[in-house]
Structure formats: structure tokens, C-alpha cells
């Protein structure tokens, strides 16, 4: 796991889930530059794998997921990014989660959109412009994490 970027005054904390070297920098350039944009002050987090992922999502509270649907296993690929959200959505803390998927799996596109309400779904290739819009929009959600809250929410049908 990586710490980019943490300021004194926190409003996101940022978990990018690695889709490859160069592509992560990639990500990651765009995600400050969306931050200083909104000037907002972020933790940002890189993890290599979903067990680094997961134990993250476990030990802090993450404001912004950004993961690739598919994953290698060993030899062959499996959908541990989908498994990953499926069971944050499980999780009262982040049920409200924003997240981006940047992925190959076009396949999973309506599963993410419907069943997990994922914020976005981009292509692997996709444009800086695109990133930039869904990162500006997701900065500004809120992550409702108190219980009372939620349940609240919950209650009157406005997850």
C-alpha cells in the first residue's frame, strides 16, 4: 500500500486499486489534479492487490474507490473488483460509496451500474476529460458513515 498525499486539513481519502504501473501514475496524476481543482485536500492510498484493498476499506474510512472489474488469480482472471464492491455494499460505511471503474470487462458494465451502483464505468483507454468530470463529481458526494444517519436514509428509501 502507498501514501501519496496527505494534507493537514482532510476532506477525501482516495484508494486506487492497481490496474498496472503506468496506469495507476495515470490515475493518480488525474486524481490530484481533480483535488487541487476542487480544492479539496486528499489522502490518497494505492493498493497493489484486493487483499492490500481490503484490509484498507477495514482499517480506514475510504471516500472514493476507483478498481479494474477483473483481476488475474494465479492463471486465470477472475472478477475480484465486482466481489470487492459487492461486499463493501454489505457494509453500512459504505453502501454510499463513490465508485469508479476503470476496466477491459465491458461485460460487467450493467451488473455495476444496476446491482452496485457504481458512480462511473470507463474504459481501460479512456479519456482524461472523462476521468476528470466523474473525479470533480465524486469529490463533492458525501460518504455518510454515522449510523443515525443512515438509517435514516435507509428508512426513508433515499440510498
Do not use: W
Not at 478498481?67 to 473488483?81: C, F, N, S, T
Amino acid at each position: 500500500m502507498t501514501d501519496l498525499f496527505e494534507g493537514e486539513s482532510l476532506d477525501k481519502r482516495i484508494l486506487i486499486v492497481n490496474c498496472g504501473n503506468k496506469q495507476t501514475e495515470r490515475i493518480a496524476g488525474l486524481v490530484l489534479e481533480a483535488a487541487a481543482k476542487e480544492d479539496k485536500t486528499i489522502k490518497l492510498y494505492i493498493a497493489r492487490n484486493i487483499t492490500e484493498a481490503e484490509s484498507l476499506l477495514n482499517d480506514d474510512d475510504i471516500d472514493i474507490l476507483i478498481l479494474d472489474a477483473v483481476y488475474k488469480k494465479e492463471k486465470q482472471e477472475e472478477y475480484l473488483g465486482i466481489s470487492l464492491v459487492e461486499e463493501l455494499r454489505e457494509m453500512d460505511k459504505y453502501v454510499l460509496l463513490p465508485v469508479i471503474f476503470i476496466t477491459s470487462a465491458v461485460e460487467m458494465r450493467e451488473h455495476a451500474y444496476k446491482e452496485l451502483n457504481c458512480l462511473s464505468f470507463l474504459p481501460e483507454a479512456f479519456e482524461e476529460d472523462a476521468l476528470l468530470k466523474v473525479l470533480r463529481k465524486a469529490l463533492q458526494y458525501s460518504t455518510y458513515r454515522d449510523e443515525e444517519n443512515y438509517e435514516k436514509k435507509k428508512k426513508s428509501g433515499m440510498l
